[in-house]
């Protein structure tokens, strides 16, 4: 602990509920339970580079717990080794790992809190390589990230989607249509697995789980059958048809204006309706699922996450990731996450579950 | 009173929260305090047609106060005089009123409540006209059928969509983005009006006043001058550009696979980031506006439209549409409502009342 | 218009939902639309008495539209007519009515906006009457203000008890208990009836109509004759027994310890289980129902009342205050609103609805 | 496997959201997975006793995955070995497991599915060492029972109990007032710690820390005399004095009419108020936070639970409790829950994140 006077604190990569109450957590145990300064820098390693940092005090961390965003702004796409410049109206690309470095020592920073996801997390590793000390705080909606179990914000994003495909149902049954919710889920299906089974969904589409939209399109037919003339579908954002069909260059031939579809909700919509000749429509979530206020475990967790920080560096780590393992906040080598994601495994229980209560997941 | 010993009750066009409260309100009236029977008739004019209706028990209607969409079906293509059927593959379009004369007969219903936009009422008036007993209860979840203040299901609308602005709000000011939001409203723009000043909206674009992006974008401009790097805007889905440039056939340019643009609310987006280079996402609520259990204010206003239709009933009236006006539940003659929509007066309180906290509407 | 370069604003009387809203909407429009500044006064006449003021700028009024409370504080005790001070130990009652007028004109302000209830608004007249320039705005979490139709906060409350209304019904049903949950309305049963109509309740009871607890405990007796073996009962905290039974000393005689129960709502719940032997719970939800983030309906009126009280003034009125009515936003004397209360008409259609469901009034 | 071709599934004890997403996975896993047949046994053990049971179909258990509740009803009381019936008016206490052995033998049971609390596994032990199959399904609002980290319905109250803390935030700084604020936990401060730390509380109360009220008052004014005129304090209804100070007792001495205090949360708002001389308000949430649609991670956990009892009796299982361990669904022997409770560990983790950003346990 010997060595630590004032801290920096920093929020990258996409906004996600539950960053707010990390910093005050952060900012309130370095400052109440060690005394330590905590600095603010402001949009993630931009800030770092622009050298754009302020103090916090408790004021400034008061009455943001229950507040979705960031105080400290966040960017996604500034990478140190990697900084874009213009320059005589030519875009440049430069390695501005020094200027952070001078940045760092100049406001006399003895280590950083950096709350971000794989890539932020690749970025602190350079830094801990080069002398800095860095503790991570996991911030991932997908809940995709390697070393953790769960991560703050995929509750409310969870919460946020299964809220949408309830509504969606009552439309959907009255109508009898099949409704297509695309939910967010890039690479992993989190978020489609917990809020398709939490809505009582259907069909659920992950991309471990590339599906044949013969059996989805069947499925749906055998409810008709059955007397259920409406399905839900629930659907991540990086669903795969099997075979690899791409999405991307779907064109509705039935109509006079050709119409690129936009996105694989609305890919797995069209040809339902074509197999099956019932109604169907699609509604893309996108930011929605990112946004306002956390739920009460992702503000928990939050706090949980930001404390543990403190009192990692407070017992004299230098290089740290903050987790979830087995239920408990513990922690691992920051290095350990670098370039590696948490998919769903597809013998994962809560698959099975959702199985058995009669889930198709279109294999 | 006399003559009426059995009603039907329907429910027509597209789905909106609080029709269940109606249809309980309706039966539980009927049953309750004047004795007779209900008949639910499945899937709004289609089941007439059909001849597919049941007898709705205090069973039947219990439980469903507090639940979305309509335990009856509804559907919103259907028209007595123009009913496509299908006979050896061709498609055939026949008037079936006779049928529906004959259904109604045959079920010995002495008039039915037919809960329904102004398709609905027209053809319900039509049915007045053949000596059917008709009494309408106007259900629009845009809020914009002539000759009620306000019908049920818009409360709810807006309460979602507010959510999802609110929601919004936090990740554009996080990453100084533009959001814009595409809420519902084709021709009026009720909820944009509504949710956009609930939630604080920097922009709102409504189909009664047409825009001028450039407008906007400065508008957009001048709040970042003011270091607010962030916008949100909100835009009916029947928003419209000032010279009536064509949504439908824009197409991104700058991309190697030209897309046609989803709607008027990715038109304003790709326009804005555009003209301000700031990053600009754009959100399509779409069908969750309509679902899920409505707010208290519905499930209130609903209970009374259903209400005072069997009280009208029962006090001799055969023609009325139930209504709000000033404040209070009434009745006008049915067919008043025929093909008459109830747009935002340019000179609305609520218009003056936002541009005075700063709402830029773009004209 | 002439005149006016500075106002003040405060809130007075108890909390309730969208004050924020109202005071932002009176600073951005005065700022904004006319050009004056803005001194928000602390405490309500706390603040004035004792020269609490601060400037507001556009800032100080950013993001509280969704927030609960008030930014300027509130004091629900202090009138200058009768103010209390402690001197020497004794408490001594004065009239600092004059301090009140020299902070005033001490501050340059040219007029002042009240936003509180019925106490508040005799305050403001009697400010009027020494010519002081006041335009009042109504507060009242139970709607009972005079000249209004309705209030903000009102809506918020009403969705607060209605959604503790919908849990205790599935708890109710599962035990096969009666549920009484009290809620405000200390001498109108405004939130019971909206409330009690919207969740479905059995029975609701409030101050207006005085009720027989015989006929409220046969009524639940009659359900569970007919398998409906759980009851909601929705009580306003104000509503009274017919004859006058004081609920004040009522004293649980079975208990080894008598029980002095905690209000009309704990007296209802022993008598039905007394007279019923069914179980019978209680719950009073108190404060809960005047926080947090106000429901979209009264962000909206909220905005309306703050926006229209400074065109008020812009328009040269000095006296009045802003109501709804017959669904518009108005405007009436000032003193028009003293000492009255607007209670619920024992004829008023709601009733006569939610009697139409089923729905017992205990008379 | 072999030997099961009919089950019967029971609730019972305290109202739980996630009841009938348990019953409705037990029915569909065993209905459509294995192709059993499933009894819904009505009111816990109640329903056993009194040969009162129903074959559950997939359309009895369709829709009831958000709904709160249980669908087979629930009883609290009832314990086959001490029923209490009444005889020529004397109450007689008889042991009538025997009656629920032939009922299950009678109604063709292979096996039971009890989804309760401690004391409904104690009553399936028996069962169990008499012969009859039993999984059981852990049941508590608390989070209290032994051998599983968490339990279904307990994030749903934490989430209405942080919905009524943070709205109480709002209120208690608008009025500089100390808002006390009961909750459930009649043994363990579960919910109190999770609820306290979400709303970011001041002060948490729970069982397993007995607090020095002067502490809890000595911190208030600390606040106070840093500007923070308002606290909110957070307690569990089995909260205790140190020193073991009776609440159920206690009169407050300056009414003219003696009161005694209704629990732990007056009481602990009367002596905050005399020791700091700041107004103190009081909430007791009560039922409230029994009821209701679960949030989506208790749908999920329920779901998981209601799946992994039928794949354990199917996998030969014959006397299991389902439980959660580290983060997965796992099991235990079902005797190994009977009369042990799982308190908070005073060094728990939560405790001391919640330390660590300010929280006062009073100690």
Chains 1, 2, 3, 4 share one sequence.
Not at 350 to 356: G, Y
Request: a neutral charge; one cysteine or more.
């Amino acid at each position: 602990m010997e060595g630590i006077h004032r801290i920096g604190v920093m929020t990258a990569g996409g906004d996600c509920p539950g960053l707010n109450a990390v910093i005050r957590a952060v900012a309130k145990t370095a400052m109440g339970s060690y005394g330590w300064e905590v600095m603010g820098i402001e949009d993630g390693f931009l800030g770092l580079i622009q050298n754009r940092m302020r103090l916090l005090n408790n004021e400034a961390v008061s009455n943001i717990l229950t507040t979705g965003g960031t105080i400290l702004g966040t960017n996604n796409r500034v990478a140190p080794r990697n900084y874009t410049v213009k320059l005589d109206g030519r875009v440049e690309t430069r390695d501005v790992t020094d200027r952070c470095l001078e940045h760092i020592a100049h406001n006399h920073l003895d280590a950083i809190v950096v709350i971000g996801g794989d890539g932020s997390m690749s970025i602190a590793s350079d830094f801990v390589r080069l002398g800095i000390n860095c503790i991570g705080v996991p911030k991932t909606i997908d809940n995709d990230l390697y070393g953790t179990d769960v991560t703050f914000g995929f509750a409310t994003a969870v919460s946020i989607a299964t809220d949408a495909l309830d509504r969606v149902h009552t439309t959907a049954a009255s109508h009898h249509r099949v409704m297509v919710v695309e939910v967010m889920g890039r690479n992993a299906g989190w978020i489609a697995l917990h809020a398709g089974t939490a809505s009582g969904s259907d069909v659920i589409l992950i991309p471990e789980i590339p599906f044949d939209i013969r059996i989805v399109s069947d499925f749906v037919m055998g409810r008709a059958r059955h007397g259920k003339r409406f399905s839900i579908v629930c659907v991540s954002e990086g669903a795969r048809y099997k075979g690899g069909k791409q999405v991307i260059s779907r064109i509705d031939p039935s109509s006079p204006d050709p119409v690129r579809l936009g996105g694989i909700g609305e890919a797995v919509a069209a040809d339902i309706e074509d197999a099956t000749g019932i109604e169907t429509r699609t509604i893309k979530l996108g930011h929605v699922q990112r946004g306002g206020s956390p739920v009460p475990a992702d503000r928990v967790l939050a706090t949980e996450f930001g404390s543990k920080a403190i009192d990692l560096l407070a017992e004299g780590e230098r290089s740290r990731l903050v987790v979830v393992r087995a239920g408990v906040v513990t922690h691992i080598p920051l290095q350990d996450a670098e370039g590696k994601q948490r998919l769903v495994p597809i013998d994962h229980p809560l698959i099975r579950a959702a199985r058995n209560v009669g889930t198709c997941f279109g294999d």
